[in-house]
């Protein structure tokens, strides 16, 4: 008898074939257990059909993971950890800890198993692969600095943001504001959560006092603060 296969069976096929087997064979086992079906006309046009149909869904899916994969490359996380001198963190930043800050960034939400990476153990900046299965592999930047460091990190990105667009003579007033609020937050008690807080306060007032005369950049910058800051909430 002709049947169709409608799953894989040992020694005899893959889903979508059509093989020859002994009747009993066909009657007895392969169509009462779904396996298989008689290659009837009507059943081979159906099969043909469905395998356009697992094409175009196979296509779609690609070009969503593709998008996928163009919208997260090179994007950076924040995390703030305790550190020793050696730069080694007391714990790690997980999979599951990447995968729900991306998710907060970006509203792409990634298995953490597609994360290509255990967890992170020291201070610097990692490159992050995700696997989506595609041909574009996306490397997300995951940047770890010390807690106690935090807040002058996230205020320096914010003033940077600004210096970019308005020139060297904002860099050179930054890098003054900056290093008052550097002693601060070095000689400061509170804890890293009042400091994130404190953060977005300064560098938005940073940005007020650099560019009263350029809104667009200042909106560019206070973003960017908020940004980061959502990430590490």
Do not use: C, W
């Not at 064979?25 to 159906?46: D, S």
């Not at 997300?140 to 106690?148: D, M, N, Q, S, Y």
Request: charged content about 30%; hydrophobic content about 40%.
């Amino acid at each position: 008898m002709k049947v169709m296969l409608l799953d894989y069976v040992y020694k005899q096929g893959v889903a979508g074939e059509v093989i020859d087997v002994a009747d009993g064979y066909a009657r007895n086992y392969l169509i009462p257990k779904g396996l298989a079906v008689k290659a009837t006309e009507g059943e081979l046009k159906r099969a043909k059909k469905l395998r356009e149909q697992a094409t175009a869904k196979r296509a779609a899916l690609e070009n969503r993971l593709n998008e996928l994969a163009t919208e997260i490359e090179g994007v950076e996380l924040i995390f703030g950890r305790r550190a020793a001198v050696t730069g080694k963190l007391f714990g790690s930043v997980t999979t599951q800890e990447i995968a729900d800050a991306l998710m907060e960034k970006t509203g792409v939400d990634i298995n953490r198993r597609r994360i290509s990476q255990q967890g992170l153990r020291e201070i610097g900046t990692h490159d992050v692969p995700v696997r989506l299965g595609t041909e574009n592999s996306p490397v997300l930047k995951v940047t770890i600095v010390r807690e106690e460091e935090l807040t002058e990190f996230l205020a320096k990105r914010a003033v940077a943001e600004v210096a970019a667009a308005e020139g060297d003579e904002t860099v050179e007033v930054a890098q003054d504001y900056i290093q008052g609020l550097a002693e601060e937050i070095h000689t400061s008690s509170d804890t890293v959560a009042d400091s994130l807080v404190e953060a977005a306060e300064s560098a938005e007032y940073a940005v007020e006092e650099l560019v009263d005369e350029s809104a667009d950049a200042a909106e560019d910058a206070i973003d960017a603060v908020d940004g980061d800051d959502e990430t590490l909430a």
